[in-house]
């Protein structure tokens, strides 16, 4: 295997969603999930872009980290995370409005096209929306190779060696760079920002731009109707023991 | 109107959640065609012409389709799919490949993991987790939509008698190229389509411990599944996780063994028609869903349920 002669710069996208530890509660008007008051973190997929960007930098296959997001303002508590982590500088695309993965995958396209990286790696799929689109859909309109559900990822000359996690195991890809990686959560162990470096990134450059700079329209096809709670499971019985949990399925359930 | 299925398949044989993803296309009405792409597939083509209320079956037999790359199939999907309403795959580790790839390519949004059909335009699927459900409408030309099998019973895979008819390919993209798969093999049925699942969580304590669910599943024809905490304790292979980050199961029994109910595993089963828990922590939430619980030291329980289902 050998070494690209110029490493690459690497362009990461996340997204500020509800804690992955909150269960979130459907409005009464079912116009949506309640987020006043809920806690809100980085997705945890994105976590592991940044932290895979951060690995690929540190073995000096990347010269540069930026971080990307498509998202209110707040989302720069997440920006400063990743710089925090060991991304570079970061750009935030602020819009209030909720956008469709098509959207987000045109508005990351025109920072691609500004910025140029070599490879660009997200999440596979964001908690909230629960989509797994974005990536490629950005490799759709860039035109770029895609390793999606990434398990490991290896530089193999000019190219990227992608281990993706698919149904029944798991499926070696080679990629033509540039490329775009969504991971999947076994690619790498995402590390905690030291209070330094949370001091630190607090002067690495954050640029704020909107969808109408970038000459995006983000109009939708998908409009949500109403968002409501799921059928609830009722708690079922106790059985003292085997024999009896035997008979029941046998008996009253039928299912053996 | 017409809905164009995207077969799922190894190049051998169909796979069964193609049979899902037509009851979903059944569900939307119209007429329904069949895409099957791939490298000397012929046999997966004359299976999907079997498929009850199949019309017609496309096949694109081509070098480049046989990995289903995504660079190689969107474009070639995406150019059949102008003559279509509906595209439809389902939502399996291919169909959110390159099904994105599609939707992005015809300019329009996904509907990603439908569970159920309100009216041509309108769908239901989950969101955070499957802690709520958004309905959905969709005013896209072309409605790009995945399917998550289990919600759909599946059609007969026998008794049609659709014509099969040969597309030309749009060749190979050259920007990605298949090096190698690892696949488990098994004799048990596969995690998302067996009768009957039985995982294993942290409370197995080992991996040697999985045994005794082997000896279980083989007992009773099913698949055996783990909690994301008994994979990343290393008790389980990836693959074998059932969850909101695994696959999404719902059998006709689900038995859950030493699996604590974190919301997380519970997304990827709770629609299984009878839940069995087997936990010696009284206060485990996978209790509240379960139809049947019992407490109980499960290296006691297991063998003596295995012999109870002799």
């Not at chain 2, 939509?145 to 040969?166: K, Q």
């Not at chain 2, 699942?197 to 009773?220: E, P």
């Amino acid at each position: 295997m050998t070494e690209r002669e110029t490493p690459m710069k690497i362009l990461i996208s996340l997204k500020r969603v509800v804690d992955y530890n909150v269960k979130v509660r459907v409005k009464p008007d079912q116009s949506g999930v309640d987020l006043a008051n809920v806690k809100m973190s980085m997705n945890p997929f994105c976590e592991i872009a940044v932290e895979e960007a951060v690995r690929l930098k540190e073995r000096g296959i990347a010269s540069e980290i930026v971080a990307v997001s498509v998202g209110p303002a707040a989302a720069q508590e997440q920006l400063r995370t990743a710089l925090a982590l060991g991304a570079d500088r970061a750009i935030l695309v602020e819009t209030d409005e909720e956008l469709g993965s098509l959207a987000v995958a045109k508005l990351l396209k025109a920072v691609v096209d500004k910025e140029q990286p070599q490879l660009v790696i997200t999440g596979k799929q964001a908690i909230d929306s629960d989509n797994n689109q974005t990536g490629q859909m950005l490799a759709a309109l860039t035109g770029y190779a895609q390793g999606t559900f990434a398990s490991k990822v290896e530089q193999a000359g000019d190219k990227l060696k992608v281990t993706r996690e698919i149904d029944g195991g798991l499926q070696t890809l080679e990629l033509s760079l540039p490329a775009i990686v969504t991971t999947d959560l076994r690619l790498n162990e995402p590390r905690y920002a030291s209070l330094p470096n949370i001091m630190k990134a607090k002067k690495k450059p954050l640029e704020t731009v909107k969808p109408a700079d970038l000459g995006v329209s983000v109009a939708s096809t998908l409009k949500v109707l109403k968002v409501e709670a799921p059928a609830e499971r009722q708690a079922g019985i106790k059985v003292g023991s085997v024999a009896e949990l035997v008979e029941k399925l046998k008996s009253e359930a039928k299912v053996i | 109107m017409a809905t164009l299925v995207i077969a799922e398949h190894d190049n051998a044989a169909l796979a069964a959640a193609t049979l899902n993803t037509v009851a979903a296309a059944q569900a939307i009405g119209g007429d329904i065609h069949v895409l099957v792409a791939g490298q000397q597939c012929a046999a997966v083509a004359e299976a999907a012409a079997k498929i009850a209320g199949v019309s017609k079956v496309l096949v694109a037999d081509d070098a480049a389709y046989g990995h289903l790359l995504a660079e190689n199939v969107a474009p070639l999907i995406a150019g059949l799919a102008q003559g279509y309403s509906h595209v439809l795959a389902p939502a399996s580790t291919n169909g959110k490949n390159y099904l994105p790839r599609v939707a992005a390519l015809l300019d329009v949004e996904q509907i990603s993991e439908i569970v159920a059909v309100e009216s041509p335009d309108t769908f239901k699927r989950p969101i955070y987790a499957g802690n709520a459900i958004a309905t959905v409408q969709s005013s896209a030309p072309i409605k790009v939509i995945s399917v998550r099998a289990t919600a759909f019973d599946p059609v007969a895979g026998e008794g049609g008698s659709a014509a099969i008819e040969g597309v030309s390919g749009t060749g190979d993209a050259g920007t990605s190229s298949f090096v190698g798969e690892e696949i488990a093999r098994s004799d048990r049925p596969e995690l998302t389509s067996a009768r009957v699942v039985i995982s294993g969580g942290r409370g197995m304590q080992s991996g040697d411990n999985f045994k005794l669910l082997y000896a279980l599943a083989d007992k009773l024809g099913a698949a055996v599944g783990a909690s994301r905490a008994a994979v990343d304790a290393g008790f389980a292979a990836n693959d074998m996780q059932v969850g909101q980050t695994g696959k999404i199961v719902a059998p006709d029994l689900y038995v859950a063994v030493g699996i604590s109910g974190a919301i997380q595993h519970l997304a990827g089963m709770k629609d299984s028609k009878v839940i069995v828990a087997i936990n010696k922590d009284p206060e485990a939430p996978i209790f509240q869903v379960a139809d049947y619980g019992l407490e109980a030291d499960l290296l006691e329980a297991l063998p003596e349920l295995e012999r109870g289902m002799g």
